[in-house]
């Protein structure tokens, strides 16, 4: 064992954010987080039934691990909204951007929202979305985004994300470099995006340069920006150019970048799920995501694993990645950051929610099929 505790499966289990089966931890759900040790645990509607059954697999996960991870959902709003047996329907954020005190209407959204996860045991919220919302509605985004203006964007996902901050519950913006243009479905299929480098800087891009000291987690997207990326098409999430070229060289973006799920149809899967790990690595991404499949989290960890040991991977490499995400689960993860499981804060979060009524969602949630 190292001097610093870890060794180098700890550190490259670390590098991952997988998603699982079941309600509960299970025999099978323990012998994957032992083999992969993962730095991230995402919770999607499959694992959850009730406000108890989720506080309960919560910290059933946060003590099982000896590194403890992060523990995620998407909880949007809108269509996207993880908790809504918990919580019931809420407001999508394309609908609360049309209302006359819209940022407080973000605000008392999100405020509710960041209580229910404390209580239930989350510390990562995989939102706010960032993209423009855009003219094709088979793109995913939709009324998930506030808006196609920058200004109107960045003005209120900075309230969401100060209220995340604020509660000690680590938002993550998404999808950079901006899905807003895509004309498909990332869940589906590889977008190409058209829109000319100047006009990415002047409009998608201008949230990420605006907010990039508020946000400690960026999301990379799976969209194909032909401004951008001069290999051939592939999705931005593997592209250096976008990673580290344009997100952390150009826009001075110092903190965390994880990509979307690895396993979705915008990323070729007959390369298999170790190559696009690695690929993502060496663009520049600290976390890789997979939510689906098992065989392709154990596939991608030990691609990993034994790239870092036969010196594909320069330990180095790691170790960069790593120290991100030990500073960020030191400031969000300290044991007296963790709620108490509280029947009541989750009803004053279902009364503050039911005050801003349910609106209505344009669309089917796109993460569903995860």
Sequence with gaps: MPKDGLSLEDKVGQLFWIGFRGTALEPP??????????????????????????????????????????????????????LRPILGPIPPNLALARRRAAARAVGQQAGAMVGALR???????????????????ANGIGDRAFGEDPATVCRLARVFLETHLRAGVVPVGKHFPGLGAARADTHLTLPVILK?????????????????????????????????????PGPATLSRAVIEGLLRRRLGYRGLVVTDDLEMGAVEQEKGAAAQALAALAAGNDGLMFCGSEEKILEAYEGVLGAVLTGEV?????????????????????????????????????????????????????????
């Design 314 to 370: 320069d330990e180095r490499r790691v170790d960069r990645s790593l120290k991100r995400i030990n500073a960020l689960k030191a400031r969000f993860l300290r044991p007296r950051r963790r709620a108490r499981f509280s029947e009541k804060a989750l009803e004053r979060s279902r009364r503050a929610l039911a005050a801003l009524g349910a609106g209505q969602d344009s669309g089917s949630d796109p993460t569903a099929r995860l």
């Design 119 to 137: 209580s239930l045991g989350f510390s990562v919220n995989l939102a706010p979305v960032l993209d423009l919302s855009g003219p094709d509605p």
């Design 196 to 232: 000319s480098r100047a006009r990415l800087t002047r409009e998608d891009l201008v949230p990420y340069r605006r907010l990039r000291r508020q946000l400690p987690i960026v999301m990379a997207g799976h969209a194909y920006y032909s401004a951008l990326q001069e290999e051939p």
């Design 29 to 82: 759900l323990r012998s994957l987080l032992e083999r992969v040790r993962p730095g991230g645990l995402i919770l999607f509607a499959r694992n959850i039934e009730s406000a108890p059954q989720v506080r309960s697999l919560n910290d059933a996960l946060n003590g099982f691990l000896r590194i403890p991870p992060f523990i995620a959902l998407d909880q949007e709003g809108g269509r996207v909204n993880r």
